[in-house]
């Protein structure tokens, strides 16, 4: 079992910054891909960025040049560091982690006002 904790969302007007930060529990299952994702009110859950173990990364369309994702892996932490927000970025975001299984934090809210 990895139990994942988030923090860092939050209220930032158009254009601002925000830094999420997911720290996963200690396992005795290897931690793989760490991962963000978001879903705004009525619309499907959807990827933002994923890095894997050795560091390599993918981003959403939407979201690429503006946020950047990164791990430690000492600290089984995963960080998403969101620049030049947009109202259309409002949404809960949630961590994902793949170990034995896939693991899903409680979500933390990014509003971003116009």
């Known amino acids: 079992q990895v139990q994942l904790v988030e923090s860092g969302g939050g209220l930032v007007q158009a254009g601002g910054s925000l830094r999420l930060s997911c720290v996963a529990s200690?396992?005795?299952?290897?931690?793989?891909?760490m991962g963000w994702y978001r879903q705004a009110p009525g619309k499907q859950r959807e990827l933002v960025a994923t890095i894997t173990s050795g560091g390599s990364t993918n981003y959403a369309d939407s979201v690429k040049g503006r946020f950047t994702i990164s791990r430690d892996n000492a600290k089984n932490t995963v960080y998403l560091q969101m620049n030049s927000l947009k109202p259309e970025d409002t949404a809960v975001y949630y961590c994902?982690?793949?170990?034995?299984?896939?693991?899903w934090g409680q979500g933390t809210q990014v509003t971003v006002s116009s």
């Open positions: 994902n982690v793949r170990a034995n299984y896939a693991y």
């Open positions: 200690r396992s005795r299952f290897s931690i793989n891909t």
